[in-house]
Nanobody, 121 residues
Framework: QVQLVESGGGLVQAGGSLRLSCAASGRTFSYYSIAWFRQAPGTEREFVAA????????YYANSVKGRFTISRDNAKNTVYLEMNSLKPEDTANYYC??????????????WGQGTQVTVSS
């Protein structure tokens, strides 16, 4: 069992940066790939980025490639999402999830409660 808690969201101007954190409890954290998804009001949850169990592999949605960086520190049971050059269309509630490496919500078993990111123009 893994519990996930996101933090680091907030209000930022377009072009700015934020770093999200996903802190996990449970000794099996390193067994799971971790992904970030986001969901804006009235839309489906969409994939943002994922990192493999060891941190050696990453995958990004085209919409964030080159602007966002996902990383993990297994010693701290934490995954990070560094977000740069933020755009108003990045505004959403951001969720981290633990499961099998993919860009599909169905392969992730454990989910956090989300952290809100708002980018003003």
């Amino acid at each position: 069992q893994v519990q996930l808690v996101e933090s680091g969201g907030g209000l930022v101007q377009a072009g700015g940066s934020l770093r999200l954190s996903c802190a996990a409890s449970g000794r099996t954290f390193s067994y799971y790939s971790i992904a970030w998804f986001r969901q804006a009001p009235g839309t489906e949850r969409e994939f943002v980025a994922a990192v493999t169990e060891s941190g050696g592999g990453t995958y990004y949605a085209n919409s964030v490639k080159g602007r966002f960086t996902i990383s993990r520190d297994n010693a701290k049971n934490t995954v990070y999402l560094e977000m740069n050059s933020l755009k108003p269309e990045d505004t959403a509630n951001y969720y981290c999830a633990a499961g099998v490496f993919s860009d599909r919500t169905a392969t992730y078993t454990y989910w956090g409660q989300g952290t809100q990111v708002t980018v003003s123009s």
